[in-house]
């Protein structure tokens, strides 16, 4: 099956698929802490049975955290990350959050696409700020960004199978 014509599956992430995302991560440069103690709020794309994107969120109050939005090289340019996130987005609306902020040293003009906005980390919901990947996972030279959850869920048009 050629590149063009592989299905991708978008479903939850389960306990068995985090090793695939710790070593997803590991490769893409992103911080593995926390992966399994928040694998209820990821999701995974999925490829011939091979975990080929994760996104995750971890929640804290009515806030989320977007985290370790990761895709295989080879299969970048495929919008596989703009339906993760758009999975992760369903995920904080299911769970009433109002906004949800990330931290990123490299792909903050990636997401201003999905109406994230550069924030200082003194105007983040102050639950988030309780978090690991706020207090020392993340650098503190990391750009701070959020967004509230009014906007229109994206990934829904883009061709990929949803799974269940």
Partial sequence: MSMENLEIIIRPATTADVSAIVDLLTSSHLPIDGVEQFIDDFFVAE?????????????????????????????????????????????????????????????????????????????????????????????????CMRVALGCKPIGTQLGLKRGL
């Fill in 47 to 143: 490829s011939d049975s091979r975990i080929i994107g994760c996104a995750g969120l971890e929640i804290y109050g009515a806030a989320g955290l977007v985290r370790s939005v990761a895709v295989a090289p080879e299969y970048r340019g495929r919008k596989i990350a703009e339906k993760l996130y758009g999975e992760l987005v369903n995920r904080g609306r299911e769970k009433g959050l109002r906004e949800l902020a990330l931290l990123t040293t490299d792909a903050a003009a990636y997401f201003t696409r999905f109406g994230f906005k550069v924030t200082k980390r003194e105007e983040i919901d102050p639950d988030l700020l309780e978090s690991e990947q706020f207090k020392t996972i993340c650098p503190s030279t990391a750009i």
